[in-house]
């Protein structure tokens, strides 16, 4: 896809416009210019999940509502690790510890018990073992899944072929309105990038409480990776 802007500029003229808008380029002293933006485009399949996973337990007594929720959420870190997840992978994301009440009719509220939660956020770099690993996790006591996720780790990569699009596709622009006016591209004078990701729609998944009779699937589909030029060409 490629979002074009031809702006009539002077040789001192303000900066390229932002927002799209038709006009006819304007010959000055030594030629005419041409501001081009381009979008350039890779598509790439996401290669890491991140999911959150999260143990909620309620008792009594706050204290009785740490102590079982921290002994389930050890359960789900053991099983994290048996599962050959890295430790720079896994990190706390939150703790929580609140009353819980009763209501009455003109009655001001009763605590009737605790409710505890924790939940860490785990990085996948396997997505295709992630499924299985969250049924695992969720054997051991999980009873809380959020996500997943999905990103692209060394996205630089990415961006890098989005910027060479990019740039053809501008350049492939500016010849063609060189054609139609009777004139040919000179140089560029000028480039600027603008806004560089442009994540694509990502695969969404539920997870239940309780594990399915099937394995949980994550499904990773593709992203798309973008980057935004603006370039300014001298036509002769």
């Known amino acids: 896809?490629?979002?074009?802007?031809?702006?009539?500029?002077?040789?001192?003229?303000?900066p390229m416009a932002a927002a799209a808008q038709d006009a006819v380029p304007v010959a000055v002293?030594?030629?005419?210019?041409?501001?081009?933006v381009a979008e350039g485009q890779v598509n790439r399949v996401p290669d890491v999940a991140t999911i959150r996973a999260g143990v909620v337990t309620q008792a009594p007594t706050a204290a009785a509502a740490l102590s079982a929720n921290a002994a389930q959420i050890a359960r789900v870190l053991a099983a994290v690790k048996r599962a050959g997840v890295a430790d720079?992978?896994?990190?706390?994301?939150?703790?929580?510890?609140?009353?819980?009440?009763?209501?009455?009719?003109?009655q001001p509220p009763v605590i009737t018990?605790?409710?505890?939660?924790?939940?860490?956020?785990?990085?996948?770099?396997?997505?295709?073992?992630?499924?299985?690993?969250?049924?695992?996790?969720?054997?051991?006591?999980?009873n809380q899944i959020d996500g997943p996720n999905l990103s692209i780790d060394r996205i630089e990569a990415a961006q890098d072929e989005a910027r060479v699009d990019a740039v053809k596709r501008a350049r492939a622009r500016?010849?063609?309105?060189?054609?139609?006016?009777?004139?040919?591209?000179?140089?560029?004078v000028s480039l600027s990038e603008g806004d560089g990701a442009?994540?694509?729609?990502?695969?969404?998944?539920?997870?239940?409480?309780?594990?399915?009779?099937?394995?949980?699937?994550?499904?990773?589909?593709?992203?798309?990776?973008?980057?935004?030029?603006?370039?300014?060409?001298?036509?002769?």
């Open 1 to 14: 896809m490629v979002r074009m802007i031809v702006a009539a500029t002077m040789v001192a003229a303000l």
């Open 29 to 36: 002293a030594d030629g005419t210019l041409l501001d081009v």
């Open 88 to 106: 720079r992978d896994v990190q706390t994301a939150t703790i929580a510890l609140n009353p819980q009440y009763r209501y009455g009719e003109n």
């Open 113 to 142: 018990g605790y409710q505890a939660s924790n939940s860490v956020s785990v990085k996948f770099r396997d997505i295709a073992r992630s499924g299985g690993i969250l049924d695992a996790l969720v054997k051991e006591g999980a």
């Open 174 to 188: 500016a010849d063609l309105y060189a054609r139609a006016l009777g004139m040919r591209v000179e140089r560029m």
């Open 198 to 236: 442009m994540p694509g729609p990502m695969p969404v998944m539920m997870v239940r409480a309780q594990a399915a009779k099937d394995s949980t699937q994550v499904v990773p589909g593709e992203q798309q990776v973008g980057v935004t030029v603006r370039v300014r060409f001298l036509l002769k």
